[in-house]
């Protein structure tokens, strides 16, 4: 019994330790496809849009590597197929139940993760769910829609509406010609260069928003809020922390600062509501 403990141990972590990754590509012609829908879980995941893509190309990276046909099959679901105009990708591990000898042999989908990679066709619109992990998408000229348990997003480049609902985990927005939706837990928050409306509600962490082409709301439980060079008019509801607002060519409509306090700076409209 003895030896086959010492021997169980050694092959355990050679089998666990010795795992990199394995690659999986899926491909889907694009033709008459107008959005690509996404389900994934864990691992991070990269989309881009290229004006000479004609098919949708999802490179994944599956960790822990090792498993062969039968085992991948029994702890992954991985599959890119069409639905009509849809698109419909789907990478995330099954939840399954498992002993000793499935976690050894590679059949546990606990600590799997699939890192994917996806370039499409710039126009497609985006519905993504996603659970965790990091997720950038660049460079689409459509809707996208972003449901995302925690990780951090960055989302670059985007002409088209832009619609996210996140739980925990940074958020970056940078250069996107369309309005821009944003329901967050926690987490920092930064856009920047919006060309559009932004409507913000967020329960906690610092809200940095600068170069809008656009009126702003923002709801916010607590962190501060910084605003500058913005066009149209600001709306602050405010739990906590400071606001501070620069550079607005609207009116600056503040229904409520809770415990912080409001600094202002060239603001052409007019000044609504608390002001200290």
């Given amino acids: 019994m003895r030896y086959f403990m010492i021997v169980l141990i050694a092959l355990t972590a050679s089998l666990v330790f010795g795992k990199d ?38 490179t994944a990276n599956i960790r822990p590597k090792g498993l062969n046909s039968k085992k991948l099959a029994k702890v992954v679901e991985l599959n890119l197929k069409r639905v009509g105009s849809t698109a419909v990708l789907v990478s995330r591990a099954k939840n399954a139940n498992h002993d000793l000898f499935d976690w050894i042999f590679g059949g546990n989908s606990d600590n799997i993760e699939i890192d994917l990679t996806i370039e499409i066709p710039q126009n497609l619109n985006l519905k993504i769910t996603d659970g965790s992990g990091s997720t950038e998408i660049k460079s689409v000229h459509g809707k996208v829609e972003i449901t995302d348990g925690s990780g951090s997003l960055t989302i670059s480049k985007i002409t088209g509406p832009l619609h996210i609902t996140d739980g925990s985990g940074s958020i970056l927005i940078q250069d996107i010609k369309g309005d821009c939706q944003i329901n967050d837990g926690s987490g920092s928050m930064t856009l920047e260069h919006i060309t559009g409306n932004v ?22 439980g607590s962190g501060e809020i910084n605003l500058d060079h913005v066009t149209q008019t600001v709306t602050v509801r405010d739990g906590s922390g400071d606001i501070n607002a620069s550079n607005v060519n609207g009116d600056l409509v503040i229904k409520s600062a ?7 700076n060239h603001i052409r409209g007019r000044i609504i509501g608390l002001h200290k």
Avoid: W, Y
Wanted: overall charge negative.
């Fill in 258 to 264: 809770g415990s912080g306090r409001v600094f202002t």
């Fill in 199 to 220: 409507d913000i509600t967020d329960g906690s962490g610092g809200i940095l928003v600068n170069h809008v082409d656009g009126a702003i709301e923002i709801v916010d």
């Fill in 21 to 58: 990754n394995d690659t999986r590509v899926l491909n889907l012609d694009s033709q008459g496809i107008t959005t690509l829908k996404a389900d994934c879980g864990a691992g991070f995941l990269k989309i881009n849009g290229s004006p000479s893509a004609e098919q949708i190309m999802v």
